[in-house]
């Protein structure tokens, strides 16, 4: 599909619509890397923090500012491929967004109003500023960029099933897609069990490199043993 054979050379090149499928497939096989981590890391740090503030036991604090590092490597990264992703949606595949845009548009705002800022808003308190505002609070921060991140891959995951299992539009004079039913159109068919596979991948995800790491870190140091144990 990413390329034609010319019918007088004989050579093999690349068309415009294979370079498109091309590229976005690149960008987003490398954006995915970085929520799927993110969103279960997450909620390993708030449970981290919460055991932090509810125990006092000095090694979950250890393991939240070790992990926390991490994590604002990994967000940074995803906020950025993710940027060039939306950029290609305009750029090498216009026909569909100014015929989908009345729907998938919105959404994908909604996701950037509500979860992003959300997570973008804790964010900096969660990295910096536990001595300043006190270790309630924090762990409320802390919580509040775990449930950012839900809230993020609810709306992209509604976003994408709706473009394999569309419900609730019309078609306007113009041949775009409009809203009828906006319920219809965020809970399509494919949503829920979709919604429920990409949580259970990130978490899985997560879960595989926290134990990894603590299973490295066990041949040189006792210290991060605990993160196999939680």
Do not use: C
């Amino acid at each position: 599909i990413f390329f034609y054979r010319s019918a007088k050379r004989g050579l093999m090149e690349f068309d415009a619509l294979g370079l498109a499928r091309l590229q976005f497939a690149f960008t987003v096989s490398f954006h995915i890397i970085f929520p799927a981590f993110s969103i279960g890391l997450a909620s390993y740090l708030a449970v981290l923090n919460g055991l932090a503030l509810l125990t006092g036991r000095a090694v979950y604090q250890s393991l939240f500012d070790y992990w926390k590092k991490i994590f604002a490597v990994a967000f940074g990264m995803g906020v950025v491929s993710g940027i060039v992703m939306s950029y290609q949606f305009g750029s090498n595949w216009s026909v569909f967004s100014d015929k989908a845009g009345p729907v998938v548009g919105p959404m994908m705002g909604y996701e950037v109003l509500s979860a992003f800022f959300l997570e973008a808003g804790f964010l900096g308190v969660m990295l910096f500023g536990r001595e300043r505002v006190g270790p309630r609070l924090h762990f409320f921060a802390t919580a509040m960029v775990a449930l950012g991140t839900f809230m993020s891959a609810f709306w992209i995951l509604s976003v994408n099933s709706w473009m394999q299992t569309p419900a609730g539009y019309a078609i306007n004079e113009a041949g775009q897609f409009i809203v009828r039913d906006w319920w219809a159109v965020i809970f399509n068919p494919s949503f829920p069990y979709r919604l429920v596979h990409m949580l259970l991948a990130a978490y899985l995800t997560t879960a595989l490199v926290v134990g990894a790491t603590g299973a490295r870190s066990e041949e040189h140091t006792s210290e991060l043993q605990s993160p196999v144990v939680i």
